[in-house]
C-alpha cells in the first residue's frame, strides 16, 4: 500500500509495505462552511466579551484593520472583505479605514501585489500599509511587558486609530504555543528590537501548542493590552485549510474561544511509541526552508520512540531558511550547544535550532528533501534522502525489516498525547 504526502507543491509516495505495521495519525476534519460570509458576520454581530462591532464604531471614527498573512488556512481577502463590508453598512468613509498588513507578511511583495492580493481595497478608497519592523519613524514607544518586560515600539498608524482590530487564524505552534490573538500586535506589528526580545523568550521557554497560559501566549497578550487593540476576528481552520470556526470580540476571551476550538480539531492520541515516524511539514509554503517545516518535528517527536527514527517529508526547495536558523543549526553539534548560543547571542531562527537538535540528538532523522545529501549529512548530521527507495533502504539500515510506523499527513496540525 502506498501513502500520499503533500511536499512543495506536489506530492511524494511513501509505500507502506515495507513495514510490519502503519498507524495513521490525522487530527479532526471539519464540516465545509457553506455560508463564510455569514459565519464571519455572524462572528461580528455577536462577538465574546464585548459589544458587536456596529456599536463600537462611529461615521467619524478612525479604524486600523490589521491583517496577517493570506495562506491556505487564512484566506485573508475572504475574510477582509465582509469585515469591510460590515464597516461600510456603518456609514464609514472608506478613507477613515485603515489596512494593515503584519511585518509576518512577505515583505518581497509590493504594495501593488498586497493590494491585488486582497482584492483591490485601494481602489475602494481605503488606505493599504505594510508594516516594516526596521522603519523607526513610523514606530512609537509604548512600555514593556510586564511579565517578559518585551520592549514594544508600535506602528504609529495601528496606535493613532479610534479603533484598532486584527483580523488572523488560530492554529497550533510549537514555539508561540498558538497564533492569532495578541500575535498580530507581536511580534506582527512591533519593532525588530522587540520582536527579537520576544523570539529569545520563546526560545528559552517551554510553549506547548494551545496552552494559553504559556510564556508566549503571556507575552503576546499582554502587549495587545498594552497597544489598545479593541477587537479581534479569528478563524480556525482544520488541518486541510476548511473553515472550522470564526470567533470575534475580546482580544484575549475571543482568542482563549478559539484555542478551544483548535484543541477539539488539533488533539489526538496515540496508542505508544513508534519505531518509525513519518511526518509531513504540509507541503508548500510550509516546507520552502527546513526553518518553516521544523514544526512538525515537534508532533513527531511525541509520537517515536527514543533512538527510532524520524522521516521529515519537506522540499526545502529554498534551502535551510534565515540565516540565525542556518548558522545555529549547522554550526552546533547538541541541543546544549545550541541553548549556549541563545544565552549569549540569540538571533532570531535559534529557537527552532534547538527544537531541530532535541529531535535529532534522541531520534534518528531522516529528511527528504531538495537538499543535497552531502549538505544534510556534513552539515545537519542526520540521513538525507530524495525519493521513496532511499527512504525505505535509511529506515532498515536504522531499524532493520518490519519496524512498526505513524504516519502524519500534516505535523504542524496536530498536537498529541499518550495514552
Given at each position: 500500500m502506498r501513502y500520499s504526502f503533500r511536499y512543495g507543491a506536489g506530492r511524494i509516495d511513501i509505500d507502506a509495505d515495507a513495514f510490519n505495521s502503519v498507524f495513521e495519525i490525522l487530527p479532526r476534519s471539519a464540516?465545509?462552511?457553506?455560508?463564510?460570509?455569514?459565519?464571519?458576520?455572524?462572528?461580528?454581530?455577536?462577538?465574546?466579551?464585548?459589544?458587536?462591532?456596529?456599536?463600537?464604531?462611529?461615521?467619524?471614527?478612525?479604524?486600523?484593520?490589521?491583517?496577517?498573512?493570506?495562506?491556505?488556512?487564512?484566506?485573508?481577502?475572504?475574510?477582509?472583505?465582509?469585515?469591510?463590508?460590515?464597516?461600510?453598512?456603518?456609514?464609514?468613509?472608506p478613507g477613515n479605514i485603515t489596512v494593515l498588513?503584519?511585518?509576518?507578511?512577505?515583505?518581497?511583495?509590493?504594495?501593488?501585489?498586497?493590494?491585488?492580493?486582497?482584492?483591490?481595497?485601494?481602489?475602494?478608497?481605503?488606505?493599504?500599509l505594510l508594516h516594516d519592523p526596521a522603519d523607526a519613524s513610523r514606530l512609537r514607544e509604548v512600555g514593556k511587558t510586564p511579565t517578559s518586560r518585551t520592549p514594544l515600539e508600535v506602528n504609529k498608524s495601528f496606535l493613532d486609530a479610534d479603533f484598532k482590530m486584527a483580523l488572523s487564524s488560530i492554529r497550533p505552534d510549537p514555539f508561540a504555543s498558538a497564533t492569532g490573538g495578541g500575535m498580530s500586535i507581536l511580534p506582527g506589528l512591533c519593532s525588530l528590537r522587540g520582536m527579537v526580545h520576544h523570539m529569545r523568550m520563546r526560545a528559552m521557554t517551554k510553549n506547548p501548542p494551545l496552552a494559553v497560559d504559556s510564556p508566549a501566549s503571556v507575552d503576546m497578550s499582554e502587549a495587545a493590552l498594552l497597544a489598545g487593540l479593541d477587537f479581534v476576528l479569528n478563524t480556525v481552520p482544520d488541518w486541510r485549510g476548511s473553515l472550522a470556526d470564526v470567533v470575534g470580540g475580546n482580544p484575549k476571551a475571543a482568542w482563549s474561544r478559539g484555542v478551544e476550538s483548535s484543541m477539539a480539531l488539533s488533539s489526538a492520541t496515540i496508542p505508544g511509541k513508534f519505531d518509525l515516524v513519518v511526518v509531513s511539514a504540509g507541503g508548500f509554503p510550509s516546507d520552502l526552508t527546513l526553518y518553516g517545516a521544523i514544526d512538525s518535528l515537534y508532533a513527531a517527536r511525541i509520537a517515536c520512540r527514543r533512538n527510532g527514527a524520524i522521516l521529515l517529508v519537506a522540499e526545502c526547495s529554498q534551502g535551510l531558511g534565515p540565516s540565525g536558523f542556518a548558522d545555529c543549526v549547522t554550526s552546533a553539534k547538541s541541543e546544549k550547544e545550541v541553548a549556549s548560543l541563545i544565552e549569549d547571542s540569540f538571533r532570531t531562527g535559534m529557537e527552532k535550532a534547538r527544537l531541530f537538535w532535541s529531535v535529532n540528538e534522541s531520534t534518528n532523522l531522516i529528511l527528504w528533501?531538495?537538499?543535497?545529501?552531502?549538505?544534510?549529512?556534513n552539515k545537519l548530521h542526520c540521513t538525507g534522502v530524495q525519493d521513496s527507495q532511499e527512504a525505505t533502504d535509511a529506515a532498515r539500515a536504522i531499524l532493520g525489516t518490519g519496524p512498526k510506523a505513524a504516519l502524519v499527513p500534516d505535523g504542524r496540525a496536530i498536537v498529541l498525547s499518550d495514552v
Open positions: 464540516a465545509d462552511q457553506s455560508d463564510v460570509w455569514g459565519t464571519i458576520l455572524n462572528a461580528l454581530e455577536h462577538p465574546i466579551g464585548t459589544d458587536p462591532l456596529a456599536n463600537s464604531v462611529s461615521d467619524s471614527s478612525t479604524i486600523t484593520v490589521v491583517v496577517d498573512r493570506p495562506t491556505a488556512a487564512f484566506p485573508a481577502r475572504d475574510v477582509l472583505a465582509p469585515v469591510l463590508s460590515s464597516l461600510q453598512a456603518q456609514a464609514l468613509d498588513l503584519t511585518s509576518q507578511y512577505d515583505l518581497t511583495c509590493t504594495k501593488d501585489e498586497v493590494n491585488r492580493l486582497l482584492d483591490d481595497p485601494v481602489s475602494q478608497g481605503y488606505h493599504l528533501s531538495e537538499l543535497p545529501n552531502s549538505l544534510v549529512a
